[in-house]
């Protein structure tokens, strides 16, 4: 299996620019998880989806952020307008839940908001 | 809620030395991961540890988890500078909304 896969690697873009991130889970996963990653604030859970259904999005930290998952093969995670302070890596994963196994960490997305 | 907390969150030490990093939260909970990551990569699976009591060890690192306390230890042996990265423990809560909540990680320095 090739693992969660997530791109673009890195993304640098100007202020108030949409953001696209894109994360596909590996197959047969149940949940899909979005984390971000800052030195100030470490690893937050931002969403995360069980069937390709949205179960908690608390961690999205404002309505500029969106996630989406249309298919048990793909997810992405939106932001419109971006803002410097979104700079961050974000990171996908995927779990079967179901056997209660551990997360299995995309490769992560560099985001630069100039 | 849920939180998760490590300490330390920053440590240097010499290559050939002892010593653990511990990790508290705040529910119950009957399932602990520890996670690495080195600088710039993704995390990487470490250990699972799935009850009270349970230890796992793989080369200079052991892993327990004491589910009363609330409690999860990774003990590092005779520190080698290879294990210079950033260690998560992350908590699932028992019978709960299948979260899982990492702590802030500590960030472990060996010096040759």
């Known amino acids: 299996d090739a693992g969660v896969i997530q791109s673009p690697r890195h993304e640098v873009t100007e202020m108030g620019q949409e953001v696209t991130l894109r994360c596909k889970p590996i197959?047969?996963?149940?949940?899909l998880f979005w984390y971000r990653q800052t030195m100030m604030r470490g690893l937050e859970l931002l969403i995360y989806?069980?069937?390709?259904?949205?179960?908690?999005d608390s961690g999205m930290p404002e309505d500029r952020f969106s996630a989406k998952m249309p298919n048990a093969s793909f997810s992405t995670l939106k932001i419109q307008p971006s803002e410097p302070r979104d700079s961050a890596v974000y990171f996908c994963?995927?779990?079967?839940?179901?056997?209660?196994?551990?997360?299995?960490f995309g490769s992560g997305t560099q985001l630069s908001v100039l | 809620e849920l939180k998760v907390e490590q300490n330390p969150l920053f440590l240097s030490m010499q290559e050939g030395k002892n010593y653990t990093i511990y990790c508290n939260y705040s529910?119950?909970?009957?399932?602990l991961y520890w996670y690495r990551q080195d600088p710039g990569k993704s995390l990487e699976s470490l250990f699972v540890?799935?009850?009270?009591?349970a230890v796992k060890q793989e080369g200079r690192l052991m892993a327990s988890l004491d589910t009363k306390a609330r409690l999860s230890t990774l003990h590092i042996t005779a520190a080698v500078h290879d294990l210079s990265a950033t260690y998560f423990c992350?908590?699932?809560?028992?019978?709960?909304?299948?979260?899982?909540?990492f702590g802030k990680g500590t960030r472990l320095h060996i010096l040759p």
């Open positions: 994963a995927s779990s079967h839940r179901g056997r209660r196994e551990k997360l299995f």
């Open positions: 197959s047969g996963h149940d949940y």
């Open positions: 989806f069980n069937n390709n259904v949205p179960i908690d």
């Open positions: 529910t119950t909970s009957d399932r």
């Open positions: 540890l799935l009850s009270n009591g």
């Open positions: 992350a908590v699932d809560r028992k019978g709960g909304d299948d979260k899982i909540i």
